[in-house]
């Protein structure tokens, strides 16, 4: 038998994404020109093609959340992550779980919808995260 017949299909998000939390748009891969340009699209449109681009909403929510280019919001960070979750999008699934396990400047904790995020999610990170609930 093949091997390539046996072997289970598991979906895998092989996105770029950084492990930071700094205010440095390098430290996120952006520019800061870049930043700024993203921002004005939030800034100025209420419907925008970009807010059906999961890669940029997400990226909203952690600029917000680490105050990239703008003051820390961490509201407008989860309603952008949550904009980028209805997308589909396992990168902010992970990034609002995040903010839900531990209540990141003050936001509501909510162990039981981190927990459902992580689930949810395919990335190895959101699994560890998901086997930290068990122990």
């Given at each position: 038998m093949d091997k390539k017949q046996i072997e289970p299909k598991?979906?895998?998000?092989?996105?770029?994404?950084?492990?930071?939390?700094?205010?440095n748009p390098e430290d996120h891969g952006f520019s800061r020109e870049q930043v700024e340009d993203m921002l004005d699209i939030?800034?100025?449109?209420?419907?925008?093609?970009a807010f059906n681009d999961p890669d940029f909403v997400n990226s909203i929510?952690?600029?917000?959340?680490?105050?990239?280019c703008i003051e820390k919001d961490i509201e407008r960070a989860v309603y952008w992550y949550e904009?980028?979750?209805?997308?589909?999008?396992?990168l902010a699934k992970s990034n609002l779980a995040?903010?839900?396990r531990k209540g990141?400047?003050?936001?509501p904790k909510d162990q039981k919808r981190a927990f459902e995020?992580?689930?949810?999610c395919h990335l190895p990170y959101?699994?560890?995260?998901?086997?930290?609930f068990y122990e």
């Open positions: 598991v979906p895998v998000n092989r996105r770029k994404f950084f492990l930071t939390n700094t205010s939030v800034a100025n449109y209420d419907e925008h093609e929510g952690t600029f917000f959340e680490d105050g990239v904009r980028a979750v209805a997308l589909g999008d396992d995040d903010v839900l990141t400047l003050g936001y995020l992580y689930k949810s959101a699994c560890y995260r998901v086997g930290e």
